[in-house]
């Protein structure tokens, strides 16, 4: 007898159903311990021992399911889940869990109909709404996605992941205003422990507003909390750009190709700055460096208009027309390279250019003010 059977008293053996009961109760929180260690090889181990001893047992299968879903694996995961979905119908986590795989798989409409499920019984779980309207919001079902963050608000005031989805509904949809609205009322419900995020989208609205002074602040606040932020970087350079002050969007672009040196788009940005700033030499060694890269037709845009700014029409000219040979909706190169016909006193092949553009089926209020002007003889500038 053990210490504590002292009185000699007979104690019932454990029944087979109890033990059963007792080692997967054992093994299950054995399992989710593992699993929220991140410790996934012995987490499907004691879920597997689970079911060994309980043909498809919920709190395996699910916690199998969970174990593949946080490995990427959510073929497998989705595959656990069904089968506890079949067994256990309406089971929670399994529900939530294979709504989440499809939502990765990116098969947004197959998730929206599983949370759905849900809904029916429980219309108001605002971790679900939010979730389905995220994915509506991926599905650009406007409509839908905007009264579910809405209906979310008016049960919990100021819930961030509604006020967040909203704003980025509005942006996706390019209506900024109203994304600047829910982004910035985010900031002033929680002003000390802001998302950099948040800042950096409130940035983004001034960006595309183009109210570049007002998005300075933000992407500046940004970058004192991370000083290597790409889209704060990116942010504060082109707000510069924006506000003409290129010598200024120099410094933000050099900091990114510090961290980046092949960003092709950066280079190209920072040659433009340089060029605009008249510094060609520079500009010439950063589009040449994202030329070899790869070809970009921007690089190759900044190349031919240092030979322009230098005079040098017909090198120009050249550049641009080859350029229009791969690029013929482009309507930018159309007016360069008339202005470069222009400076080579060739009022005629200027006119010619700016029509073959109408010609390719191509719309432009710019090319057909230009056109306007050289056939009537009006001052250009």
């Not at 210490?3 to 007792?22: F, H, K, V, W, Y």
């Not at 280079?267 to 008249?278: F, I, P, S, V």
């Amino acid at each position: 007898m053990g210490e504590d059977n002292q009185a000699g008293i007979d104690l019932p053996e454990p029944q087979p159903e109890e033990s059963a009961t007792n080692e997967i109760s054992e093994l299950s929180k054995k399992g989710y311990s593992l699993l929220k260690e991140n410790k996934m090889d012995a987490a499907i181990d004691a879920f597997k021992k689970i079911l060994a001893i309980e043909d498809n047992n919920n709190y395996a299968l699910v916690g199998l399911g969970d174990s593949e879903r946080k490995r990427g694996h959510f073929k497998d995961a989705i595959d656990y889940y069904s089968r506890c979905l079949s067994f256990h119908p309406g089971n929670n986590y399994a529900l939530f869990g294979l709504a989440d795989c499809y939502k990765a798989l990116n098969q947004y409409h197959k998730a929206i109909e599983i949370w759905e499920q849900y809904l029916v019984h429980d219309d108001r779980n605002i971790t679900v709404l939010t979730r389905v309207a995220d994915a509506y919001r991926k599905i650009r079902d406007f409509k839908k996605s905007k009264q579910l963050y809405l209906k979310v608000l008016e049960m919990e005031e100021n819930n961030a992941y509604a006020l967040i989805g909203l704003g980025h509904l509005h942006y996706d949809f390019k209506e900024y205003k109203d994304a600047l609205y829910y982004w910035t009322k985010m900031l002033d419900v929680n002003p000390s422990n802001v998302d950099i995020r948040v800042l950096t989208s409130i940035g983004n609205c001034h960006r595309k507003l183009k109210t570049f002074e007002r998005g300075l602040p933000y992407f500046e606040r940004a970058l004192e909390m991370d000083p290597k932020n790409f889209y704060a970087l990116f942010g504060m350079a082109d707000c510069y750009r924006g506000i003409n002050q290129q010598f200024r969007s120099v410094e933000y672009w050099n900091r990114i190709l510090e961290m980046d040196p092949n960003n092709k788009v950066i280079l190209t940005r920072a040659g433009d700055a340089y060029r605009n700033t008249g510094d060609y030499k520079t500009a010439t060694e950063y589009y040449n460096r994202a030329m070899d890269i790869d070809f970009d037709i921007y690089a190759a845009l900044g190349l031919a208009l240092i030979c322009k700014g230098e005079g040098k029409y017909e090198e120009a000219a050249e550049r641009l027309s080859r350029l229009i040979r791969d690029d013929q909706k482009n309507f930018r190169l159309y007016i360069d390279l008339a202005d470069c016909y222009i400076k080579l006193s060739q009022r005629q092949k200027a006119i010619e250019v700016l029509q073959s553009f109408s010609r390719q089926g191509g719309h432009s209020q710019a090319i057909s003010d230009m056109l306007d002007r050289l056939q009537n003889n009006k001052p250009l500038f």
